[in-house]
């Protein structure tokens, strides 16, 4: 499995979050399979995206294409950190 974990700041929550559902479609084409999103517990516009992907090679091409660009500055997106993960194990405990 292949999953990317993205830090960022966002200048208001509900904006952001408008964007980021409207772009589901564009997401899921793009190879996104399942996404969680959380927050800072006293940060409330610090947002960390964590999803599962078909492969890193298409998160990378997403995340690092022009369309993506312009969707973080419309969503009002500060300094994201993108950090590409795969797999090692998992469990239910």
């Known amino acids: 499995m292949d999953y990317v ?6 200048k208001d ?7 980021f559902d409207d772009a589901a479609e564009i997401r899921k084409n793009a190879g996104e399979q399942s996404y969680q999103l959380l927050k800072y517990e006293n940060r409330p516009n610090s947002i ?20 993506l660009v312009r969707i ?8 994201p950190e993108f950090i590409y993960l ?5 469990r239910t405990l």
């Open 86 to 90: 795969n797999q090692l194990e998992a």
């Open 5 to 10: 974990l993205i830090i960022h700041a966002v």
């Open 48 to 67: 960390v995206h964590f999803s599962r992907w078909e492969s890193l090679s298409k998160a990378r091409a997403f995340f690092e294409s022009p369309e």
């Open 13 to 19: 929550y509900a904006a952001w979050k408008k964007v």
């Open 72 to 79: 973080r500055q419309e969503a009002g997106v500060e300094s």
